[in-house]
């Protein structure tokens, strides 16, 4: 059977955070400059005392010093979740033996969707190796049930931008909704270097509503009705405007407990260097934040950055 090679890109949530998980919208976008890669590759049954285990499905993700037999990873795990995923769409008990080796560029637990990639590069390429490529459908959704495993309760944002590649207006339980931009946008990602789960913070986020839920409704709408106004300012051709919205969103984000010390250092000095707007991206308190900017000042808006604290810089082009 020969080789098969799936790449899923990283993501950056512009709007909604924390409030998508609640119904309300959030505007997502896929961040091509970074990727996880998955290829699956035929392997040799070898005879001897390690025959079985050289027959089965083996593991490998250099970037997380992983090299072990399928079988013997551990249960719950999400790389584990993610390869059985297939078998069990498939209805496939003994899959032929083959090697699936998982490289990243996507730094781990910082917002942009590693997790999300790397189920969705392993579903794809495995699936595509034993001869069944799953739509995109399909593939989304084994990927949103692995994210459960990341997130606890997640909204199913990330699993969907990284699946279909593009920009996404995201209503939970609602169907996708993919949007065109008229008017392409620069945007830096800076990152704080504080890995930061978003299981965490989407649970502690649970807790404070459940003891306040009419000031976290208050919240939560607010932010949903920013996601609004963005997708109108992006599909009628005037990304400027996201700027004072993102402001508005990250204000939103801090009252909901989220923001940190060094993402608000990372937040203002971006914002003190010109930029048209910025705020954190994603679960918060660590990871990444986001600033929209002007395409010739972005080296020196990522340089103040870095001065700041971020301990990496990425320059995209949403278009």
């Not at 579903?123 to 994210?147: C, D, K, M, T, W």
């Not at 997640?154 to 008229?182: C, L």
């Amino acid at each position: 059977m020969p080789a098969f090679t799936s790449t899923a890109p990283g993501k950056i949530i512009l709007f909604g955070e924390h409030a998508v998980v609640y119904g309300y919208p959030a505007l997502a976008v896929p961040v091509t400059k970074v990727r996880v890669r998955a290829t699956v590759s035929a392997r040799a049954i070898v005879s001897g005392d390690m025959g079985e285990e050289s027959a089965g499905v083996h593991v490998i993700a250099p970037g997380i010093g992983l090299d072990s037999p399928w079988s013997a990873l551990k249960p719950g795990g999400a790389v584990r979740a993610a390869v059985g995923s297939v078998f069990a769409t498939l209805g496939m008990s003994q899959p032929p033996p083959c090697t699936i080796k998982v490289t990243s560029t996507i730094p781990i637990a910082s917002g942009l969707g590693s997790g999300a990639a790397v189920s969705v590069a392993i579903i794809r390429a495995l699936a595509g190796f034993l001869g069944h490529p799953l739509p995109n459908e399909q593939v989304s959704a084994l990927a949103y049930e692995v994210e459960k495993i990341h997130h606890g309760t997640p909204s199913g944002i990330d699993n969907t931008v990284v699946t279909y590649a593009k920009p996404v207006f995201f209503v939970k339980d609602q169907p996708i909704a993919t949007f065109t931009i008229p008017q392409p946008f620069t945007i830096i990602i800076g990152d704080t270097g504080i890995s930061s789960p978003t299981k965490e913070t989407v649970g502690d986020v649970r807790q404070a509503w459940q003891a306040n839920p009419e000031r976290y409704q208050r919240i939560f709408a607010a932010v949903g009705s920013i996601a609004k106004s963005a997708r109108q300012a992006i599909e009628s051709g005037h990304p400027k405007r996201l700027g004072p919205l993102m402001d508005e969103n990250h204000y939103f984000l801090q009252e909901m407990g989220v923001s940190s010390p060094e993402l608000d250092r990372l937040v203002n000095a971006a914002r003190e260097a010109g930029a048209l707007g910025a705020k954190l991206s994603g679960g918060g308190r660590g990871g990444n934040m986001i600033a929209l900017v002007e395409e010739g000042e972005a080296d020196a808006i990522c340089l103040a950055i870095r001065k700041a604290g971020a301990v990496g810089t990425i320059i995209t082009q949403v278009k």
